[in-house]
Structure formats: structure tokens, C-alpha cells
């Protein structure tokens, strides 16, 4: 009897556990930078890697799959952040919601901007574009945040933008995965473990 109720506990102890630990690292300060810097470096690599290594289309269906869940979980895990915030939220993380809000806008406008003068979408032209305004958004949060760690990555994620002008698409994606490794994930790493000491 008592072993019975012990198993029926136990998926309730996995999933509380699994809510505190998802709490405990979401809450921290570059919990979001290391999370959608993962994601979106894993999003940027594997396009790269896709178009450069010759791979079965299993694997590559795979990847992308793989991808979209990482997406759909870091997404998830942003809602839940902006839900339950423990504290009231600061001026700062306002500021910080409308830059990111208005580049999201932004690379929309890009699009059908583009398309109304070219008429088509040239996507050689249109992703280093896209890495400038995000490199002006992480700077702006950068700002935002007095953080020098994410003001310098988005700033090398603004010379990187300039790099991919000069390459392929493919190579820009490369370009873009390096930004991302430098303007998201090690920034929110060093803040991540700096809050932890």
C-alpha cells in the first residue's frame, strides 16, 4: 500500500523539483541571454552545417526538428518569466521589453520594405541587415543594463554584420552563429555566474 502511494508521489516530486530548478535558473541575471543566445547560436550553426556538410535528409529533418523544440521551449520559458516575475518589475526590464519589441517591428518593416523597392527578398542583402539591428538592440540593452560585456558583444555583432556583407549566405549564417555565441551567450554566462558567487 505504501509503495503504491510512494509511486504516485514520485511524478509529482520529478515535476515540483523540475518547476524549482526551472525557477532557480530563469530568475537569475543572463538566464534569457544564455538561453535564446543557445538557441539561436544551435538555430544559426545547424543551417550552416546543413548547408555546407552533405547529410541525410532524416538527419537534417531531425536538426531542424530538434531546433523548433529548443525554440518552442525557450519561448515557453520566456512567458513563464514575464508571468511570474518575484519582484515588480524595474524601469530597466521595461526599457529593455520596448527595444526588443521594436526590433521585432523593425525586422518586419525590413522585409516588406525591401520587397516593395526590389521587389523580391534578396537574402544576401536582407541578413546583414538583419544582424545591424540586432547588434543596435543588444548595444541599447547593453546600455540599458551598464553592462559592458553585452555593449562590446553587440558591438563585435556589428562588425560581424559588416563581415557577412561580404560573404555568401551560407557564410553569413556562420558569421551569425559567432555573433550570437559572443553578444548572448558568454555575456550571459559571466552574469550568470557572477551573481551566483
Same mark, same amino acid.
Given at each position: 500500500m $505504501?509503495?503504491?502511494?510512494?509511486?504516485?508521489?514520485q511524478?509529482v516530486?520529478? %515535476?515540483?523539483?523540475?518547476?524549482? =530548478?526551472?525557477?532557480h535558473?530563469? /530568475?537569475?541575471?543572463?538566464? #534569457?541571454?544564455?538561453l535564446?543566445?543557445?538557441?539561436?547560436?544551435?538555430?544559426?550553426?545547424?543551417n550552416y552545417?546543413?548547408?555546407k556538410?552533405?547529410?541525410?535528409?532524416?538527419?537534417?529533418?531531425? !536538426?531542424?526538428?530538434?531546433?523548433?523544440?529548443l525554440?518552442a521551449?525557450? %519561448?515557453?520559458?520566456?512567458? %513563464?518569466?514575464?508571468?511570474?516575475?518575484?519582484?515588480?518589475?524595474?524601469?530597466?526590464?521595461i526599457?529593455?521589453?520596448?527595444?526588443?519589441?521594436? !526590433? #521585432?517591428?523593425?525586422?518586419?518593416?525590413?522585409n516588406l520594405?525591401q520587397?516593395?523597392?526590389l521587389?523580391?527578398?534578396? /537574402?544576401e542583402?536582407?541578413?546583414?541587415?538583419?544582424?545591424?539591428v540586432?547588434a543596435?538592440a543588444i548595444?541599447?540593452s547593453g546600455?540599458?543594463?551598464?553592462?559592458?560585456f553585452? =555593449?562590446a558583444?553587440?558591438?563585435?555583432f556589428?562588425?560581424?554584420?559588416?563581415?557577412?556583407? #561580404? #560573404?555568401?549566405l551560407t557564410?553569413?549564417?556562420?558569421? $551569425?552563429?559567432?555573433?550570437?555565441?559572443?553578444? %548572448?551567450i558568454?555575456?550571459?554566462?559571466?552574469r550568470y555566474?557572477?551573481?551566483?558567487?
Amino acid at each position: 500500500m $505504501e509503495s503504491e502511494q510512494h509511486q504516485e508521489e514520485q511524478p509529482v516530486e520529478v %515535476f515540483s523539483g523540475l518547476s524549482r =530548478l526551472i525557477q532557480h535558473f530563469v /530568475f537569475r541575471p543572463g538566464a #534569457l541571454l544564455i538561453l535564446w543566445g543557445w538557441v539561436m547560436f544551435y538555430s544559426y550553426a545547424m543551417n550552416y552545417l546543413t548547408q555546407k556538410i552533405l547529410m541525410a535528409s532524416r538527419t537534417q529533418s531531425l !536538426l531542424g526538428n530538434l531546433g523548433i523544440v529548443l525554440g518552442a521551449v525557450a %519561448f515557453i520559458i520566456t512567458i %513563464f518569466y514575464l508571468l511570474r516575475q518575484a519582484k515588480p518589475v524595474a524601469k530597466q526590464e521595461i526599457y529593455i521589453r520596448y527595444v526588443w519589441v521594436s !526590433l #521585432l517591428v523593425s525586422l518586419v518593416l525590413i522585409n516588406l520594405i525591401q520587397y516593395n523597392v526590389l521587389q523580391q527578398i534578396n /537574402f544576401e542583402l536582407q541578413h546583414p541587415i538583419y544582424m545591424v539591428v540586432i547588434a543596435f538592440a543588444i548595444v541599447v540593452s547593453g546600455g540599458i543594463l551598464r553592462y559592458p560585456f553585452l =555593449l562590446a558583444g553587440g558591438i563585435i555583432f556589428g562588425i560581424l554584420a559588416y563581415v557577412a556583407s #561580404l #560573404l555568401s549566405l551560407t557564410d553569413q549564417l556562420l558569421m $551569425e552563429a559567432i555573433g550570437w555565441l559572443v553578444a %548572448f551567450i558568454l555575456p550571459g554566462h559571466i552574469r550568470y555566474y557572477r551573481h551566483k558567487n
